[in-house]
């Protein structure tokens, strides 16, 4: 076998390459490491802490025991390092800055330093690794005055580390700082936090984030829009650390551009513009274009139930940008925060407030429902129908009336006139004319409140004869007369005639235009589903309704037979109000109802369960069954 040689000039030149790209790749540093704060000046967003710091080095009243804690990515560990590194600092500024320069300083930049050490607790954290440290702190630095020990995620150390560590940390040797950091300081025994100078750190806020990624996006010759950046810091959610990471990815997708539809798309989020277009949709009620806008969100992969938490949170800032004072309490982009007040002067509060309360509504209930889709439509539906008039003509999208302007005015009357006949009169004498006059105008067109007008006549009569006879006799005064029930002007059939009256007096606003063809089972689904819709006050006469079995008699004449005087006329009452809901629910305009009593042979009588049962042993087959089984009726 013959052996080729490599040395051409067409494989020197591939080698070549591969080890370009090869050097290429071994000198990249993603953007967190790159741009890692080395002093007090470039850490972002905790001013208060570095000042902090920075005066205890320049005083030199330095703590045994500092504790570090806040959310991930917000420079725990980094003010640590830089603390550390001034601390040990031969010739520090005068603004308590490490001079960079020192043997300490050169020693730590280069990872070589014998005076600061760093122990990362999630993985060493027994006994064992305490007593390690422990030992370590009896010799004093060589270079330096210090010996500074950094344990990262403290709280993850066990029970019996803690415990091994706690006299260490109450009383350390002069030449040793504990500085710790955690991201959960609750998980910390208390007896740790009361040995430490606690430093809580903030989360960043979208403003200085954005200002951080410019700063890095100049360094690194990238362009950008600051809609994208804004994008990039609303996800990092706090966490500079997490900015850094998806500014890298979304600069590597779109290759040194950063577009805010190319952060959207690699990031796969929703396009806040949606949020704002079904706000705008749902204050004109158009409710077909929001299902649209839905269907096509949903084809794009999104869930639903982020969509709803997304819209939320949208309209919390819309809720916020109404008010000036609360305008900057939006983590947005200086341009997204007009957009929020723009939008906010066109939505009325009542319609944010109901949205938020039907969209938390949807939120609790999503995980439990089993057709999460339909859900969130009908949550969206609602949304849109919040500043749609109750009595609108168009109500296509809308759900049902739900009879609650169909007996709004009945119930508004019934309440008002109960008021005024429960009210006693003022003139208990012999002017009893006036009362009952009054009464009769007070009748409302119900049975109850015809009651109550009777017992109201009656307290009266018994008024004005108790106070007759309590009056003494004398010769100069006629002896009242008897007080008659005809007097006061009130009949059974006066009320009648006027609550009839009432009745054909009453607006009916129905859909003349349409005239479609419904059966017999559809009308009796439709009173069903009226009664089901009834409101909670009139519970009792819904159940009755139910036993009334409607007929067409001729089309569109439907009828409607009861058995019994009294529910007939509690029907004749709301009869107008039940035939436009009839009218729409079956969409022929020209539906006309005719009440009347049922005859005696048309009243069957209900059989008992002993009549029922002696009908069924009739037959050959269920006798025989219940001889076999040997049944008996209980």
């Known amino acids: 076998m013959q052996l080729q040689r490599t040395d051409s000039p067409q494989a020197s030149c591939v080698a070549t390459n591969q080890q370009l790209t090869i050097s290429n790749m071994e000198e990249y540093i993603v953007s967190a490491r790159k741009y890692r704060p080395m002093s007090f000046d470039s850490v972002v967003g905790q001013t208060a802490l570095t000042t902090t710091l920075r005066n205890a080095v320049k005083s030199g009243k330095l703590a045994h025991a500092y504790l570090f804690c806040g959310p991930r990515g917000v420079g725990k560990t980094t003010c640590a390092r830089i603390f550390a590194k001034a601390i040990n600092c031969l010739h520090p500024t005068a603004d308590g800055e490490a001079c960079g320069e020192c043997e300490s300083c050169r020693a730590f930049s280069e990872q070589r330093s014998y005076n600061i050490f760093e122990l990362d607790a999630a993985s060493n954290n027994s006994v064992e690794n305490i007593k390690q440290i422990m030992e370590q702190t009896r010799i004093p630095p060589q270079v330096g005055r210090y010996k500074v020990f950094i344990i990262d995620e403290v709280h993850m150390l066990s029970t019996a580390a803690f415990n091994a560590f706690l006299k260490t940390l109450e009383e350390p040797p002069a030449h040793v700082i504990f500085i710790l950091a955690t991201t959960e300081k609750h998980k910390i025994l208390p007896t740790i936090l009361s040995r430490c100078q606690i430093y809580d750190f903030e989360r960043m806020t979208v403003e200085n984030t954005i200002a951080h990624l410019k700063h890095v996006a100049e360094k690194e010759g990238i362009t950008y829009e600051e809609e994208a950046l804004s994008m990039i810091a609303e996800k990092a959610d706090g966490g500079m650390r997490d900015a850094l990471s998806i500014f890298d990815q979304a600069a590597s997708f779109c290759q040194g551009n950063i577009t805010y539809q190319k952060v959207i798309e ?212 006629p002896k009242p007369k008897a007080i008659k029930l005809s007097g006061l002007g009130i009949t059974f059939q006066s009320l009648q005639r006027k609550q009839e009256a009432a009745v054909k007096q009453e607006a009916e606003i129905t859909n003349k235009e349409e005239n479609e063809e419904f059966t017999q089972e559809l009308l009796e689904l439709q009173w069903l589903s009226m009664c089901n819709r009834m409101p909670q006050k009139m519970i009792a006469l819904a159940s009755r309704m139910k036993n009334v079995k409607p007929q067409i008699s001729n089309f569109p004449e439907i009828e409607i037979v009861v058995d019994n005087q009294i529910l007939l006329d509690q029907i004749n009452e709301i009869k107008g109000r039940i035939r436009v809901t009839l009218a729409k629910a079956l969409h022929n305009g020209s539906v006309n109802l005719t009440l009347r009593l049922a005859e005696a042979e048309e009243i069957s009588r209900k059989l008992t369960k002993k009549e029922v049962f002696d009908e069924l042993m009739k037959q050959k087959e269920v006798r025989a069954f219940v001889e076999s089984m040997g049944l008996e009726l209980t």
């Not at 806040?272 to 969100?297: G, P, Q, T, W």
């Not at 869930?303 to 809720?319: E, M, T, Y």
């Not at 429902?369 to 129908?385: D, F, G, Y």
């Not at 009357?413 to 429960?422: G, L, Y």
């Open 266 to 477: 690699d990031l796969n989020e929703l396009d806040a513009d949606n949020y704002f277009r079904i706000v705008d949709l749902a204050m004109e009620n158009k409710v077909s274009d929001i299902m649209l806008l839905l269907n096509s969100i949903i084809e794009k992969g999104f869930d639903g139930g982020n969509l709803i938490n997304g819209l939320a949170s949208h309209v919390r800032n819309v809720l916020m940008a109404k008010d000036a004072a609360t305008l900057t309490l939006l983590e947005v982009s200086q341009q997204q925060r007009e957009k929020y007040a723009e939008q906010a002067k066109r939505c009325p509060t009542r319609f944010l407030y109901t949205a938020l309360k039907l969209m938390n509504q949807c939120d609790l209930s999503y995980r439990q429902s089993s057709n999460k889709r339909l859900l969130v439509e009908l949550t969206l539906i609602q949304v849109a129908q919040i500043t749609q008039p109750e009595d609108a003509a168009d109500g296509a999208g809308r759900s049902p009336k739900r009879l609650k302007s169909l007996f709004i005015h009945l119930t508004t009357a019934r309440n008002t006139a109960a008021q005024q006949v429960a009210a006693p009169g003022k003139n208990l004498g012999y002017g009893t004319h006036n009362t009952g006059a009054a009464a009769l105008s007070a009748v409302p067109n119900d049975t109850q409140a015809l009651s109550q007008a009777m017992t109201a006549a009656a307290n009266t009569i018994t008024s004005a004869a108790s106070l007759a006879s309590a009056q003494p006799q004398t010769s100069n005064k």
